[in-house]
């Protein structure tokens, strides 16, 4: 299971910190990403980030202002949003994969958690 939070309603400029805290399994075993679903849009690839956390990936649009992280002794996985641009609106799903993937094709997904910056 994959519980988010972290989201809110942000200024355009201002950051957010998302979590997503892991449980049922080995939490270490699985790549840890990050996608978003904007209305009427589909979910697409944010960052992902490897098992050891030694490898991380970004979508273009978020490269240089989005880092993703994770503590496995926490079974937690981290997403630090700077600099938020009101295209960043969207619900942000925390997602568990074998591997690092960017691909919805994903063994695990969270709940959602919203994120909205105003201009």
């Known amino acids: 299971q994959l519980v988010e939070s972290g989201g809110g309603l942000v200024q355009a400029g201002g950051s957010l910190r998302l979590s997503c805290a892991a449980s049922?399994?080995?939490?270490?075993?699985?790549?840890g990403g990050w996608f978003r679903q904007a209305p009427g849009k589909e979910r697409e690839f944010v960052a992902a980030?490897?098992?050891?956390?030694?490898?991380?990936d970004y979508a273009d649009s978020v490269k240089g202002r989005f880092t993703i992280s994770r503590d496995n002794a926490k079974s937690t996985v981290y997403l630090q949003m700077n600099s938020l641009k009101p295209e960043d609106t969207a619900v942000y799903y925390c997602?568990?994969?074998?591997?690092?993937?960017?691909?919805?094709?994903?063994?695990?997904w969270g709940q959602g958690t919203q994120v909205t910056v105003s201009s």
């Open positions: 997602a568990a994969h074998r591997l690092m993937v960017r691909t919805t094709s994903v063994d695990y």
């Open positions: 049922g399994r080995t939490f270490s075993f699985y790549a």
């Open positions: 980030i490897s098992r050891s956390g030694s490898s991380t």
